[in-house]
């Protein structure tokens, strides 16, 4: 029955609500039977008694207040005594009749029954009051006698009916409410959670109090951050199995040539050899890529860090390039001041970054441009910008061009010359593993520019 959390919020509120006026009516109940109904009564009609008193001495002037009181004592049958300044009695209208009454001592608390004894152990309620003359005018009843029964009935069930039931009935209807709006929100976020990981999940609505909205949005972030992996996931599988399918469909029909001798002379077992070998050599580059970005995701790639000087790793990596250079006719450049702080790195790591933006400048650039790297120190960071003269890249191609197996020119896709578009991913990532970061800033028909950014170790 009370297996949901809203049901057991709202019975925790109402366990609450409830204790809290058990505590109200017990405090209120041990009030009651030492102030009881039959108490306050009887001391608002000693008051009044007293105001009688003290009315009539003030209209008659030639009548004394002794007067008044033996009137009053006998109409209201109630005792009436008046104490000297020194607290001595000086009129008692049950002299005789009752033992004597001392003079009340002061009460502890204001809201302590006033109480007094005489001689033989009776109770008497009064109330007193001080004369202008400086004596004290004292009226007193008997204490009456009252069971618990009574008041019970009379003085705490009908207040407890009364405000006490409603109080409940109130408390628990917002204790309703309240486990509502905890509740709710917490109830979206597990039902949610078990529709995952389906693509078709929607973001929870955040509601509720504070904590509650808080944690909707760690559970719509983890659940967005989910479903982008799961995207990344299939989209990973389907590209390598589309990169692969090109190269085994070539080197499974090479193979069967030469096995059903279609590939009859020497020159066409030569041509299927050759095709085979190369195809087999660019599947060996994909899956040592792919590893590489397996080890760069799980942070147990080899890098090695050791000051490396920019400009100098800039310049081998653009001997590199040197037959590339003179077949496509495209110059490189090198860039940078000769007084450069070494930067902490993996130098074959960085390498192999700037080999790739080299190699991915290059496919675009047309015979006759430039490839220019410079490198620079920006705002505490090194600065190494690689730019070219190609075709330029759209702001749409822009936002992908760092994911993996992402190719601008679909009709390029598994072509051998572009690769299979991992190359990027791995700069990325390598930049990354180093604490930098890495950017392409492009406008189309004016060439590329990728930045990358990395912290400056100590000189």
Known sequence: ??????????????????????????????????????????????????????????????????????????????????????????????????????FPEKRVFARDVPLIRDANGKAWLYSIELLPDKTYLLVASPRPKFSISNVFTDDFLPLILRSGL???????????????????????????????????????????????????????????????????????????????????????????????????SDEARQKAAQVIYDESGRMHRMV???????????????????????????????????????????????????????????????????????DNALKFTPQGGSILLHVSVVNGEMRVAVSDTGMGISAEVQKHIFERFYQADPARKGGEKHGAGLGLAIASEIVQAHGGRISVRSRQGEGATFEVFLPLGKK
Request: hydrophobic share 45%.
């Open 1 to 102: 029955m009370f297996s949901s959390l809203r049901s057991r919020l709202w019975l925790s509120y109402a366990l609450l609500i409830v204790t809290a006026l058990g505590v109200v009516a017990i405090i209120l109940f041990s009030y009651l039977i030492t102030n009881p109904l039959l108490y306050r009564q009887t001391l608002e009609r000693l008051r009044a008694v007293q105001g009688v008193v003290l009315e009539n001495s003030r209209t008659s002037n030639s009548q004394p207040i002794s007067i008044s009181a033996q009137k009053a004592s006998l109409i209201f049958d109630v005792r009436v005594i008046l104490y000297s300044q020194d607290k001595q009695t000086t009129l008692d209208t049950y002299s005789g009749k009752e033992a004597a009454l001392p």
């Open 288 to 358: 040592l890529d792919l590893l590489d970005l397996a080890r760069l995701d799980s942070g147990t790639a080899d890098i090695t860090m050791s000051p490396v000087k920019m400009t100098a790793l800039l310049n081998a990596v653009a001997e590199k390039f040197s037959p590339q250079l003179q077949r496509t006719g495209v110059q490189i450049k090198v860039e940078g001041a000769e007084n450069l702080p070494a930067v902490t790195a993996d130098g074959d790591r960085l390498a192999q970054v700037f080999t790739n933006l080299v």
């Open 166 to 264: 409603f109080a409940l009935l109130l408390s628990l209807v917002v204790a309703f409410f309240f486990a509502r709006w905890i509740a709710d929100p917490l109830q979206r976020v597990v039902t949610t959670a078990r529709e995952m990981p389906s693509a078709d999940v929607k973001p929870v609505d955040i509601r509720g109090p504070h904590e509650v909205q808080e944690l909707t949005r760690a559970f719509n972030a983890m659940m967005m951050r989910t479903q982008a992996s799961q995207r990344s996931q299939r989209d990973f599988v389907a590209n390598v199995s589309h990169e692969l399918k090109t190269p085994l469909t070539s080197i499974q029909g090479f193979a069967q040539a030469i096995l059903d001798g279609t590939a009859d």
